[in-house]
């Protein structure tokens, strides 16, 4: 179990350095509608999930059925710059409130 936790953590630390260098190059932003028609037309995503982050920016998380995913921040001037995009995208089937006895 340990070896797995540390396969695990070096996952995950590969998988931040990599969007490191990506981070380098720059925020990919434009408008929002511009961006939502952009991820549809370009990877057929549409979106899957939505929240707001201290009360002023819009996140939300979009997936294709091919996989691949992106999470768009949105700002209240309409501007939505893109925090992250991968692949591998999978809903998940089990409900895992049933795990947490607080829950």
């Known amino acids: 179990m ?11 630390a590969a998988g931040l350095f990599a ?5 380098e190059q720059g925020p990919q932003c434009a408008r929002h509608d511009k961006m939502v028609q952009l991820l549809a037309k370009k990877y057929r995503e549409t979106p899957v999930s939505i929240g707001t982050v201290n009360q002023d920016r819009l996140m939300q ?17 309409g ?3 893109i925090l992250a995009a991968g692949s591998n995208f999978e809903k998940l089937r089990e409900d895992f409130r049933k795990l947490d006895p607080a829950a």
């Not at 340990?2 to 995950?12: E, M, Q, T």
């Not at 998380?61 to 001037?77: C, N, P, V, Y």
């Open 2 to 12: 340990r070896r797995f936790h540390s396969f695990a953590l070096a996952a995950v």
């Open 19 to 23: 969007g490191a260098a990506s981070a």
């Open 61 to 77: 998380f979009f997936a294709s059925e091919r996989g691949t995913w992106t999470i768009l921040m949105t700002k209240t001037s």
């Open 79 to 81: 501007e939505s710059c």
